[in-house]
């Protein structure tokens, strides 16, 4: 996926080896998610506003336009993410089952990436 969307070899490299990070997310009233991804880079904050446009900065700063939903189930649900900006368009995907959470990203190519994570 990284090198799909243009990542050099070093920073690929760099991604590969670093520690994979921890979320928290916290719901509020109004459709807003808190969400802190505590990364190799420090925390990064987004608070995500569900059924509506939003903006945001990714890790590098670089302007977004995002778009999410959030799609309930018994089990739990998904997050869907789109976001547009210079350097292209991406979909997140946060499907929770149960004690699994599976995280898929892809760009607007069609390139994909994913893991899926189990609650100890």
Known sequence: FLKATGVGMMQRKLAMSAR??????????????SFVNHSQLGDLKEEIVLDSTYDHKDGRGNPLTCTAEWNGTTQGGCLVI???GNLGN??????????????????????????TFKRA
Do not use: K, Q
Request: glycine share 14%.
């Open 82 to 84: 789109c976001r547009r």
């Open 20 to 33: 994979w990070p921890a979320w928290d997310f916290a719901v509020s009233e109004g459709g807003r998610i």
């Open 90 to 115: 991406f979909r997140e995907e946060r499907r929770v089952d149960g004690d699994t959470l599976a995280f898929a990203l892809t760009d607007g190519n069609g390139a994909s990436w994913g893991r």
